[in-house]
């Protein structure tokens, strides 16, 4: 089983700044790509961005140019530096990694969710 732990959600200005974290820990074998999704109340839980484990990103529309995704991978987080915010990104902030298991065969795995409010 592989945990993920997010932090550094809360409430921020508009225009403002946000860094998320996400340290995946536990019988971790091989971490393939890892990734940032969140989700309003009532709609479906959506891409912000993904970064392969060669740190190749991948960003939704709506925030390519605002937000950076990065990972470090001797320490199994991955980081969301989220510029520039909009009430429109208020949301729940979920990490997921796609996981490599001893047996060869792939898992998902997501956190708890970090709020994100942007608000004035």
């Known amino acids: 089983q592989v945990q993920l732990v997010e932090s550094g959600g809360g409430l921020v200005q508009p225009g403002g700044s946000l860094r998320l974290s996400c340290a995946a820990s536990g019988s971790i074998f091989r971490l393939a790509d890892m990734g940032w999704y969140r989700q309003v109340p009532g709609k479906q839980r959506e891409l912000v961005a993904t970064i392969t484990s060669t740190g190749i990103p991948n960003y939704a529309h709506s925030v390519k140019g605002r937000f950076t995704i990065s990972r470090d991978n001797a320490k199994n987080t991955v980081y969301l530096q989220m510029n520039s915010l909009k009430p429109e990104d208020t949301a729940v902030y979920y990490c997921?990694?796609?996981?490599?298991?001893?047996?060869?065969?792939?898992?998902?795995?997501w956190g708890q969710g970090t709020q994100v409010t942007v608000s004035s």
């Open positions: 997921n990694a796609r996981h490599l298991n001893l047996r060869y065969f792939w898992d998902d795995y």
